[in-house]
Structures are given as C-alpha cells and as structure tokens.
Nanobody, 129 residues
Framework: QVQLEESGGGLVQAGDSLKLACVSSGRTFSDDAAAWFRQAPGKEREFVAAIAPGGIDPRGGARDYADSVKGRFVITRDNAKNILYLEMNNLQPEDTAVYYC?????????????????WGQGTQVTVSS
C-alpha cells in the first residue's frame, strides 16, 4: 500500500521559513518523480516544485519551480530515506495553502496534477501579514 505523509506545516509570519517533509512508503521512491503542489481556498491545485528521480544519485536529479516560488523555495529528496522536502523561505501571505506531495513513476517530472498517481493528505501552511 502506497502512503505519502506530509509534515512541517504551520502558522508563520511573513518573511519566516518552514521546511515541509513527505515520507513515502510502499513504493521504490528512487524510481519516482516527486513534486509539491498547493491548493488555496477557492482555487485549483497548483504546481509548486518537482524533482526527477536522479538515477544513481540519492539526492535526485533535475528540478523546477513555479515562477511564484522560484528563488524562495528549494525542493530536495533523500532516496536513501524515502523523503521529499520543501524548504520555504521568505514566506508571504499568498503562499497560504494546503501543500501536497505527489509521486509518479517516470524518469523526469510533470507540471500538472493529473499526471501524478500518488498523493499525500496535505499539510496546512498559513502565513500572516
């Protein structure tokens, strides 16, 4: 049974940082691309960041970010521990959302939610001004 479990969300002030983690089980994590999406109230789920499996590199491969978070967020993975991370710096109120991790077996990554097969339950991030 595949399980993705996010943690690390919370309530912070603008300018603060948070680091989200997503523990994967039930799959060979190193075979999968992994991504973070977020969904704010009344809005569609949107792409935040993604990272390729990485082959023999346990830190993963290529990665990309939504323009809105580029330069502030960093996605990393530890294939030896089956964990995906999202370090979020200089958080702003517009970053407030439920953040989800997702996986799919592919050599690269996708930008759309429908391409991902496995999802976590989400963790709430709230940024006050």
């Amino acid at each position: 049974q595949v399980q993705l479990e996010e943690s690390g969300g919370g309530l912070v002030q603008a300018g603060d940082s948070l680091k989200l983690a997503c523990v994967s089980s039930g799959r060979t994590f190193s075979d999968d691309a992994a991504a973070w999406f977020r969904q704010a109230p009344g809005k569609e789920r949107e792409f935040v960041a993604a990272i390729a499996p990485g082959g023999i590199d346990p830190r993963g491969g290529a990665r990309d970010y939504a323009d809105s978070v580029k330069g502030r967020f960093v996605i990393t993975r530890d294939n030896a521990k089956n964990i995906l991370y999202l370090e979020m710096n200089n958080l702003q109120p517009e970053d407030t959302a439920v953040y989800y991790c997702a996986e799919v077996q592919t050599n690269y990554y996708f930008y759309t939610a429908r391409e991902y097969d496995y999802w976590g339950q989400g963790t709430q991030v709230t940024v006050s001004s």
